[in-house]
């Protein structure tokens, strides 16, 4: 695949060889300074122990202290050693040249590790002292650090280079990993080109785990907008047919040339009616969003819009909101859905109440609605919800309230359960699905 500026595949990589710069530049610092201690501590150890074999030679009179003889000493030139030896007033060095400015380097705690620079050298040096023959001899033992140092400064560019040839190995390795890791996303791009043509109907779900989610999701999708289209059709198919009867009907009788009589009046009035039922029906219908698509939740403006074309419809009636009507917007629907369910809920519960609607929004899954009219029949329940049945014909509307409603609920995998009210009246409960259900 090629590379693009917002390319994941150049974000992982820059941030794996932003990572792998990073851990291999401080742990090439961090191995500097540990092993130039490591190198010190070494050496310095070993001047202790060379010191103290000294004063253990001078306490068995095995080294004369005056004059200190080169053959009698290690030699300097080869070990880039220093050694001055004081016993009460005389110091006594090895070698001659130049040490004689270290003498000040003799006084001070009895064992110490001391940094001096000598001679334009970084010297380590040790300091040793002991009681022999009620004598106080102290001796202190140097080494040039300088050619430590520059081996260990060769040792450390190895080491660097070594660091970034790994770091070069771990880029590659990156890439190959990252290039297997993005595998899913390509075949889910092959995917979708193949669902777009129409040679497959869904995705694979068989895929990694942080894929299965929006695998899912998309199948969800795609299933909800197959479902509005075959509805869709389906819908203009029954319409067209519901109304074609009725329409030649009233186009013959209009383009008769004989009087309307009352009772042909009435006829013609009729299957306008029916029209106008199956045209309201269809496009409620039609508004069906379903919980794959739209808006999610309803908004607080939403609400009160809501309230204020009940407020209108009904003004003797109190609409009552437990515990508020901000628990409203916390219902799991597609906006235009929410608010047709509402619609219906809050018009059937004005329509029939005396002097009040509760409205408890138990939870964002639950909403029980319930009126202090005179309420239905238990042997007539089952009924409600039922497209065109209405309990009294002399109420205006066409009986499809609660038929879109059941509709729209089950469209979600809900339930409408229909009841007595505390009051009386009708309860209706609708039971919406979790979103993890």
Known sequence: MPFASRSLRIRLLSRLALVAVFIMGVTWFLHGMLLTNLARDFLAGRLQQEAEYIISRLALGDMPLAPVERDLWPDTSVFHHVYLVRRGGQVFVSPSEGVRELESFLKGPDRQVLDIEWQ???LLAWREQAEIRDEMVTVLVGEDFAQVDRGLAR???WIGATA??????????SWVVVQRALRPLAGLKRQLWALRRGERDCLDVSTVSELEDVVAQINEFVDEQRFRQLRSRQSLANLSHAIKTPLAAIIQALGQRKPLTDKRREQILHRLYVIDEKLTEALRRSRIAGQATGQRRLSEDDVDTMLGMMATLYPDIDYRFLPDRLALTRLPLERHDAMEVLGIVLDNGGKWAARS??????SAYRLVVEDDGPGVPEGQRHRLGERGWRLDEQRPGHGLGLSILRQLVERYRGDVH???????GLRIELILPSGDS
């Open 357 to 362: 609607v509760t409205v408890d929004c138990v």
């Open 155 to 157: 040792l450390h560019l």
């Open 164 to 173: 970034a040839l790994i770091s070069l190995l771990l880029l590659l390795l």
């Open 120 to 122: 334009g050298h970084p």
């Open 418 to 424: 229909f009841g007595q009210a505390s009051g009386g």
